[in-house]
C-alpha cells in the first residue's frame, strides 16, 4: 500500500512569490494535517483537514491556507513567501475519526528554500 | 499549556550499548495520546509508537521499549543492542484529545550509533 506522498521534493522561490505544495494521503484516511520543520526543530503545526474542513489551526499568519479536495488530497498554499518559511513541509494523514486521536503518518516531506 | 521537553540535544553511543532517550510532557487533560517518531537523513518521520494516557504498561518491540509514568510526566525509550541503522533524530510529541488532532512535537533526541 502507498504512504503518504507529497510532491515537489524539493522547491526553491523567492521573496514574495507564492508557494502550492500537494499531499496525497493514505488510501481510506480522510484527515490530513500539515506541519513546518525548520532546520533542527521539531515539527510545528500548521493545519488540520477533515472531510474537506479546516479543524484546526496552528500558531501561523494568514500567508498560510491550504484546502482539501473530495478526493481527499490537499494543498498548502503559502504567500508572500519570506526568508524564515524556508523549512521541510510535512504532510500526515489519518483515519480521522472524531472519537480519538489518530495516530498519523507522514509523507517525506516538501523541503522549500526561499531565496 | 502543551509542552514536550527533550532534554538530551545529541548523542553518541557505539554500536551494541544501549541507550535511553528522555521525554518530558505537560498538559492539563487527563486524556492525551504520546507518541515517538523516528526521522533519519532522508526525512520522513516514521511512526514508532503510541500511547494513551490511561495505559501505563511499557511496551517491548524487539529492541525497542517504552517506559511511561505518569507520576513523573515522562515517556521514555530504550533502545537495546544499539545498530548504525539506528542513527536518526527521535521526536518524542504529545496530543490531547478532544482537540484538533494536532501533534505537539519536542525538539527532537540526535542520535549517533558509531560503529
Known amino acids: 500500500d502507498a504512504g503518504v506522498t507529497q510532491s515537489p521534493t524539493h522547491l526553491i522561490k523567492t521573496r514574495g512569490q507564492h508557494v502550492t505544495l500537494r499531499c496525497s494521503p493514505i488510501s481510506g484516511h480522510k484527515s490530513v494535517s500539515w506541519y513546518q520543520q525548520v532546520l533542527g526543530q521539531g515539527p510545528q503545526f500548521i493545519f488540520q483537514?477533515?472531510?474537506?474542513?479546516?479543524?484546526g489551526r496552528g500558531n501561523f499568519p494568514d500567508r498560510f491556507s491550504a484546502r482539501q479536495f473530495p478526493n481527499y488530497s490537499s494543498e498548502l498554499n503559502v504567500n508572500a513567501l519570506l526568508l524564515g518559511d524556508s523549512a521541510l513541509y510535512l504532510c500526515?494523514?489519518?483515519?480521522?475519526?472524531?472519537?480519538?486521536?489518530?495516530?498519523?503518518?507522514f509523507g517525506p516531506g516538501t523541503r522549500l528554500t526561499v531565496l | 499549556a502543551q509542552k514536550v521537553t527533550q532534554a538530551q540535544t545529541e548523542i553518541s553511543v557505539v554500536e551494541k550499548e544501549d541507550v535511553t532517550l528522555d521525554c518530558v510532557y505537560e498538559?492539563?487533560?487527563?486524556?492525551?495520546?504520546l507518541f515517538w517518531y523516528k526521522q533519519p537523513p532522508s526525512g520522513e518521520l516514521v511512526f514508532l509508537i503510541r500511547r494513551n494516557s490511561f495505559d501505563e504498561q511499557n511496551e517491548i518491540s524487539g529492541r525497542y521499549s517504552w517506559n511511561f509514568q505518569k507520576s513523573t510526566s515522562s515517556f521514555n525509550f530504550t533502545i537495546t543492542a544499539s545498530q548504525v541503522v539506528d542513527s536518526a533524530v527521535y521526536f518524542c510529541?504529545?496530543?490531547?484529545?478532544?482537540?484538533?488532532?494536532?501533534?505537539?512535537f519536542g525538539k527532537g533526541t540526535r542520535l549517533h550509533i558509531l560503529p
Open positions: 500526515a494523514s489519518s483515519l480521522g475519526s472524531l472519537s480519538s486521536t489518530d495516530t498519523q503518518y
Open positions: 483537514y477533515y472531510e474537506k474542513e479546516e479543524r
Open positions: 510529541a504529545l496530543s490531547e484529545a478532544n482537540r484538533d488532532d494536532k501533534i505537539i
Open positions: 498538559t492539563r487533560d487527563t486524556t492525551y495520546y
